[in-house]
C-alpha cells in the first residue's frame, strides 16, 4: 500500500480501542485487499518492539477469524506511547494487554 493510500485512510473515521486505531477503506473490487501499519518511533522507542508489534500484528490478521478484514484496505495504527513506567521497554504484561485490545478490534 502506498502512502497517498495510507494518508487517505488515515483521515476516516476510526474504529478505536485505547491503544490502537483501526481504520478501514471501501472495498476494493477486483484487487486484493492491503495491509497498512503504523508504529511510530516516538510511540514505540526501541526498533525490537516496533517490529514485534508489527510482527504481532501481521499474524493476527492472518488468522482465520479476521475475515472482516477480507476485501478492504485497512491501517492498523498504535495511537499511545508504550513502556512509559518501564523506561520505554515493552514487557509482557503490556503486550498482552495491548494483544487482548487488537483482538477485540479485528
Known amino acids: 500500500m502506498n502512502s497517498a493510500r495510507i494518508s487517505e485512510l488515515l483521515k476516516s473515521n476510526p474504529k478505536t ?33 516496533r517490529n514485534r508489534l508489527k510482527r504481532f500484528i501481521r499474524e493476527s490478521t492472518r488468522q482465520p477469524h479476521s475475515a472482516i478484514l477480507e ?25 498482552n494487554a495491548l494483544k487482548q485490545q487488537l483482538a477485540e478490534l479485528i
Do not use: C
Not at 477486483?30 to 525490537?48: E, H, P
Not at 495504527?77 to 504484561?93: D, E, H, V, Y
Open 17 to 49: 480501542s485505547k491503544n490502537w486505531g483501526l481504520y478501514l477503506g471501501a472495498r476494493s473490487q477486483g484487487t486484493d485487499s492491503a495491509l497498512g501499519i503504523a508504529v511510530a518511533k516516538k510511540l514505540a522507542k526501541r526498533a525490537v518492539d
Open 71 to 95: 476485501g478492504h484496505d485497512v491501517v492498523i495504527r498504535l495511537k499511545k506511547p508504550i513502556g512509559q513506567t518501564t523506561r520505554g521497554r515493552l514487557r509482557s504484561a503490556e503486550f
